[in-house]
Every structure is written in C-alpha cells, then in structure tokens.
C-alpha cells in the first residue's frame, strides 16, 4: 500500500502575505461581533427597576434612558394610553414632545404610527385627541427627512377625517395659507398640496370656493414642476368637493394649462386626472375640451412623449368607454387601431445593435414596451365592450391570440387572470377561444397556470353550456384537446416545486364530472388521483387529490368501475403497508362521509376503518379515535344494529389492549363522547315492523275470538293471548328503559377510568369488568347484547358477516361471568312470570 502523497505547502513570502491578509479579513469580520456585545456599565445603564409602576418606567425612560429605549415607550404609547388614560396624558405624552424633538429617524417613524393608532383605537375622545396630540403632529409635519415627513402627513390625513369642521379650519386651514407660499419650503408646499385635496371634501362648497380655490390655483401655477403636478393629482379631490358646477369653471381650465406644461410628470398627472373625472363632465365638455386632449396625447406618445405611453395604455379602457358617447364611427375606428397598436408594441423591433449604451437603451425601452402589453391585457374586456362582443371575432380576436401567446410571461398572466371576465362577456360565442384556453392550459409558466385555474370550473362550464355544440351528445365537442391540456398541466405542477399551485389545480379538477363524461374521468383522471396520494409527499397535495377522487367515485354511476376504486382504497391504501397510506386512508373514508350516503360508507368502508383499531402504529390508532364519532353518526338503527355492536367492541378492546399512553386518552375522551351521541333511527325500518307486528297481533286476536265463539270454556286461553299482546307491544319501551340504563352505567364506568388513573392499568382491565364492560341495548332487540371479537375473528366477520367469535383470554373469564350472571337473571324473571300466570289460572 503506497503512502498518501501530500503536495508541498509553498512558504514564500509572497504566499505568507497572501495568508496573512487572509486572517486579517477574517479578524475584521468577527469585529462588529465583538461590538454588539454589552460591557456590564452598558448593561448596568439599560437597567430599570422592577418595583417601578408602567408610567414611571416610560417617564424614567424618555428622560434617562437610550434611545432604543424611547422608541420601546413611544411603540408602547396605544397599550398606556389603554390602560391609563389620564396619567399617560399627563406625564408621558409631554415627555415624547420634548424627546421628538432631538428624536432619530426611528423613533419619529415609531411616534408617528403610534399616534395613528390611538386615534384608531379611540382610547380618548376626538377633542381630547386634537388637543393633545394635533399640535405634535403639525409641529413634526415639516421634518428634514422625506420619510419622517410623508409619515407624519398620513397621520394628519387620518385624523382630519375625525376632527370637527371647526377644528379643521381653526388649527389646519388657517395655517395652510402661509404654509402655501412661494416663501415657503419645497417640502412645505408639496404638504400643503396634499393637505387641500383632503380638505376640500370636509366643507361646504361655498367655503372651499372661498378659502380653499385660491390656494389651489396657486400651487397649480408653482414654479417647482414637483408641486404643480403633486397638486394636479389633488385636483380630481377638489372636484369632489366642489361640484359639477365649480369643477367646469375652475378645474376644467387648470387642467387643460396643466396638460400642456412643460413637465412630463405634470402632463401625466393631468391626463390621468381628467380620465379620473370623466363622469363629472357632460357631453359638450368632453366633445369639446377632452377629446381633443386625449387625441394631442395619442398622437404624442408615440413621437415625442413617449413617458405617457404607459399610463395611456392603463386607462385607455376606461377612456374609451368614458367617452364612448361622442365618438363618431372615424373616432372609434382610430382609437381601436391605436389600441391594436399597442398591444403588440415592441415585438416587431429589430435589434441589430452592438453598442453598449444602445443596448442598455433597448433594455430600457423592451421594458416599457412589455408594461404597455400587459396593460392591453388588463384592458383587453373593456375593449370586448367598446367594439361589441358580437364584433370580437372581427375586431379583436387577432389582438386576443397575439397577447395569449406573447413572449412575456406577465403578459400572459394578465391574460389568464382576465379569461374569465372575456369568457363571460363573449356568451354564447365564448366557443371562439377554447384554442387560447388549451394553449394558457399548456403554458410554460406555472406563475400562467395558476391564474388561470382560479376560475377554472366557470370558464369550463361557460364553454360546455353556451358553445356551438351545446346540443351535442357529446360534451367534449366543444372544448378539442381539453384533457390532454388538463393532464399536462397537472403533470407539469407535479414536478415543479410550487406545491400549492398543485394543491389547488387538484381542487378545481373536481369540476370535470360537469364537463367531461365519467369513462373520460375514470380512464385519465381517476387512477391519476390515486397514485397522488400514494406517491405524493406533500399532505395538502394528497388530501386534495383524495376528495377529487371521492368526487370523481360520486359522480360515476358504473358499478363495476365503483368497485374497483373502492377495493383499490381498502386494499392499497387501507390495508398499505406504509403507515402513511392508511392515514390517508381515514382521510379518504373522512371525505367520503362528507360526499356520499350514510348507507354507502357502512355498507363498503364501516368495517373496513374499524380493522385499523389493530394497526401496530400509534398515530394510525390515534387518528381513528378522532374519526369514530362520524363514524358512529353513520349508523341507523335497528339496520346498523350488527355494526354498532362491531364498533362497540372495537372501542372496548381498544380500552382493554391499548398500550400507548397518548392513544389510550384519546380513547377515553372518544368513549365519553361516543356515550353522548344519540343514533339515528331508521324511522321507515321501525314503521315497517310495526305494521308486520300489527298484521301478526291481528290475526291473533281474530283466531282467539273465533275460538271463543266455539268454546266459551276457554276463557284462560284468551287472557294470555291478551297477555302476550301487551308484553309484545310494550317491548319497545322496555328496550329504550335499558338503553337508557346501559347507558347511565357506561358513563359512569368510563368517568371513573378517567377520573382514576388506577383503572387505566390494562393489566388490571380484565378483572374490573365494571371499568372497561362496554354494553350497549339496541332499540328493538329487548335485551342488551355484548359481543367480542378477536383480530381473526373481526376480519372474518369484514369479509363474510359470519359467525360469533371469542374473546382474547386476558378477558374472556370476566365477560363469560357476566353473561352468565345475564342469563340467569333472565331465567330467574321467566320463573316469575310463569309462577304468577299460574296463580292467575287457578284462581
């Protein structure tokens, strides 16, 4: 064996040097540890006393402590002023007046949703707030930093909402007017702008007229381009406020100046403004003054003022129909070509370009171009309602397959989130884009995919209900290729990463037995499911494609199909070797109480949920425990009678034999609930035998007085048939007695385990028949009936319904005792009563 060969380490200088630099990086990277590390006199600073009251901590913490502990008591500001009002306004608020002052970014960020907060919450009244908090609000309004600023007018925003109108004008209003100045900071007027768009709703119109128009004219003619278009996007407040009347003589003309500045910011604001207030004008002014704006607009935006390309592209659908009025048949052509244009703006470019800055050009402008794509897309229903839908095919259908298949991802989602709305609006035409449909189904991008599945089922049930072929026998005539499509998309969120994107396909598939025919679902759809939840390692994936499958076994009426799903269930899943897949199992047979008949699971799935009470797993035990009660609520009696005694058993064997701690909890808490659960009974069962026991009764009597006729001796012949008659009509009612007291001793049987963890003890269980005997009386039957059974014995009786079984013998001495205890308490009682109809007789 040949020794390892190491290489030589190289020690030149320049290698040392190399490594030195190498420990010194490494030094400095463990620096700002060392740092962050508090010395004991830090700690001994940031140190309060515990006997201090909440108000004094937060006084004793604005006035000494650090400023990460200001900022602690300023966030804490809504929970004091919760819980003591009148101190935290007396001591502490005056307190964070004086700190905000000299106060960090943080903490005014902090004071500023703090204050929001309380007035939310209203801890104090609207005039208590105003007085106390409004003036700290105005004094922070003009801070240095942008941020700080913005945040302390959002506060203000909020609370001019809630103040009186008196309030408003006093302590907000008045001021504004030299806060509005030329005089005044940049930061001021652009606060002034935004503070006059909400005032302007608070008052009357006359008032704003007076005092509130000047102020916005002037800003409106500010020399600062930020400020005159930050009080252009104010003006569609204003407006509101003021009225039809006021907006076309004042508003309208700052407008129209304001769509001719120099800014292209302002120029934007004032278009999206005057989209924004299309239905306060009237048809002269938007004839007149609008529509011609709008076309200088759309003319420019493609040669010279490209930056208003996008917002034109945003709101051309809802100015297309704003003004849908007044448009002559030239107009609406024009303005639906310009919409054509740009929903396939950018991908007829040619890019034969080398130069760097041209390239970064291209990237720029590429990006421009896919956001007017996809605000086509976003507009594309409006448009279907601007051209008509009977006209779409016509018009727009080749706008609609260009933007389905666009290179850009966000393109095609948008057109997957509006296929719905497009759907809807096409009606009975909507058979026109089953081809997009299939290819959206197909996308590449899961991010398309999921947006479209959301409303998948009505788009699927538009097309089958409202195609061509509505009146075709078969449902797939009008959607071709429609399951290959739904099988590759599912296959495709299978193998990716995005699980819930699966989860929630697998949940809209539950659809299809409205759309596609049962062979269809069962030969591509039904066996998928299946290996879902054998294969799938994600429990959402998997519980969803269980009730899809159960949907799928609802809807599918050949019962040769029904039976080979149900036994694959029992035998691949119920009866799996993986512990995993009998889970899912009870998950299953959960789902398929919830979809299907009482009387369906307890024909195929009550027994078989009932053999996992023997599963070697604890947590497959557990789960049972949880699902019995829905399992029992299944039952009718008497035509369950035989299950509810097999489900009776299980539970008292469970009791008996359940050596895991946690399960054996679970099974007392299930007992006692089971105990308190009332079966349903099988009224047309029980109507039934009655009629059978009043046909049987009948006949009786009917012989006994013909006898009587005959032979007057035999009077005593009579009395007991009378006798019998009774005792048999009245079995019912002594039946229900016994359940009843069956029941009232099983309660309390259980509660005394439960109260008394000795009774727990499984060795113990067999000789405490009192602790685990689990009786149970069956309306109808007159006596209590107590089976047991053992594994063999109970999948015996699963497979043939065949026989009794035996008790295991850790318990068999103990309920042989009690049934023989039964029995001749029976023949004790026949005794009696054949002792005293014999005294009767002789007497």
Request: charged share 25%; net charge positive.
């Amino acid at each position: 064996m040949r020794p390892v060969i190491f290489s030589k380490m190289d020690f030149s200088h320049s290698s040392l040097f190399g490594y030195i630099e190498d420990l010194q990086e490494l030094t400095i990277i463990e620096r700002p540890v060392r740092r962050s590390l508090k010395t004991p006199e830090e700690i001994e600073r940031l140190t309060v006393d515990e006997e201090l009251s909440d108000i004094e901590r937060a006084v004793y913490l604005l006035s000494s402590g650090q400023d990460i502990q200001g900022t602690s008591v300023v966030a804490n500001l809504p929970v004091l002023m919760r819980q003591n009002p009148a101190e935290t306004l007396r001591r502490v608020l005056p307190k964070i007046r004086e700190v905000l002052h000299v106060a960090g970014v943080e903490m005014q960020l902090t004071a500023a949703v703090s204050f929001l907060t309380v007035l939310q919450e209203e801890s104090v009244s609207i005039h208590t707030y105003s007085h106390s908090f409004l003036h700290i609000i105005l004094q922070n309004l003009e801070h240095r930093d942008a941020g700080v600023s913005n945040a302390w007018l959002e506060t203000l925003l909020a609370v001019i909402e809630a103040l009186p109108k008196e309030t408003v004008r006093h302590e907000i209003l008045n001021p504004l007017v030299s806060k509005a100045q030329l005089s005044q900071t940049l930061q001021s007027r652009l606060v002034s702008c935004k503070i006059m768009g909400k005032v302007a709703n608070k008052f009357e119109a006359h008032i704003v007229k007076r005092e509130v128009l000047p102020l916005v004219k002037s800003l409106c003619q500010d020399v600062e381009y930020e400020v005159r278009a930050c009080m252009c996007r104010q003006l569609e407040h204003v407006a509101r406020g003021i009225g039809t009347e006021l907006t076309k003589t004042v508003v309208l003309p700052e407008l129209v100046e304001l769509a001719r500045d120099e800014g292209s910011s302002v120029r934007l604001a004032a278009f999206e403004t005057l989209v924004n207030l299309l239905d306060m004008f009237d048809a002269d002014d938007r004839s007149q003054t609008v529509l011609p704006l709008v076309k200088s607009f759309c003319e420019k935006s493609f040669k010279t003022d490209e930056s208003i390309l996008v917002s034109l592209s945003f709101h051309l659908g809802k100015l297309c129909n704003g003004l849908y009025g007044i448009f002559t048949p030239e107009q609406h052509l024009r303005f639906l070509e310009f919409y054509k244009k740009l929903s396939t703006l950018g991908l007829q470019q040619e890019n034969g370009h080398n130069d760097n800055q041209l390239h970064l050009q291209t990237l720029e402008q590429e990006k421009k171009y896919i956001s007017v794509r996809k605000n086509c897309a976003y507009n594309f229903p409006a448009m279907i309602v601007f051209v008509d839908p009977k006209n779409f095919h016509l018009e727009l259908y080749s706008i609609f397959f260009c933007l389905c298949h666009d290179p850009e991802v966000p393109v095609r989602y948008t057109m997957a989130i509006s296929f719905f709305e497009v759907a809807k609006l096409l009606n009975s035409d909507v058979y026109t884009i089953h081809k997009e449909l299939v290819t959206l189904l197909q996308d590449e991008s899961l991010e398309v995919l999921d947006a479209l599945v959301g409303h998948l089922p009505e788009i699927l049930e538009l097309m089958t209900n409202r195609g061509e072929n509505n009146g075709s026998e078969s449902k797939l005539l009008s959607i071709p290729d429609l399951i290959p499509a739904l099988t590759t998309a599912e296959q495709r969120a299978a193998t990716s990463l995005k699980w819930r994107t699966h989860e929630k396909l697998l949940q809209k598939y539950a659809c299809l037995p409205h759309i596609i025919s049962s062979d269809q679902i069962y030969y591509r759809f039904l066996h998928r499911m299946l290996t879902i939840i054998l294969t799938n390692n994600v429990l959402p994936v998997q519980k969803a494609a269980a009730r899809t499958l159960c949907v799928y076994l609802r809807y599918n009426r050949k019962q040769e199909q029904r039976h080979e799903v149900i036994q694959k269930l029992i035998e691949q899943l119920g009866q799996g070797k993986s512990y995993w897949n009998r889970l899912r199992f009870l998950d299953t047979c959960e789902f398929i109480m919830e979809l299907f008949s009482k009387s369906f699971f307890c024909k195929y799935f009550f027994l078989p949920v009932l053999e996992l009470t023997h599963d070697p797993v604890a947590n497959v035990r557990m789960k049972l425990c949880y699902l019995l009660p829905k399992v029992k609520s299944t039952l009718k009696i008497p035509t369950d009678k035989h299950l509810l005694q097999q489900l009776e058993l299980c539970i008292r064997k469970l009791l008996c034999q359940e050596k895991d701690k946690d399960v054996l909890t679970i099974v007392k808490r299930t007992v006692l609930e089971l105990d308190r659960m009332e079966i349903s009974v099988d009224a047309e069962h029980l109507e039934k035998e009655k009629q059978k026991n009043e046909g049987r009764s009948t006949n009786i009597n009917d012989k006994m007085f013909e006898k009587k006729r005959r032979d007057s001796k035999t009077s005593s012949v009579l009395a007991k048939s009378i006798n019998l008659s009774i005792s048999g009509s009245s079995s019912g009612t002594s039946a229900g007695k016994e359940e009843k007291k069956s029941k009232l001793v099983r309660s309390q049987s259980f509660s005394t385990q439960v109260l008394h963890p000795k009774y727990s003890n499984i060795d113990k269980c067999p000789n405490k028949s009192s602790a685990t005997g689990y009786t149970s009386s069956v309306p109808g039957t007159g006596k209590s009936c107590m089976l047991s059974f053992s594994d063999d014995s109970f999948r015996a009786h699963a497979a043939g319904n065949s026989g009794s079984a035996a008790f295991p013998s850790s318990s068999s001495r103990n309920l042989f005792n009690s049934a023989d205890q039964k029995s001749n308490g029976n023949k004790e009682s026949q005794t009696r009563r054949m002792s005293i109809k014999n005294r009767k007789s002789n007497s």
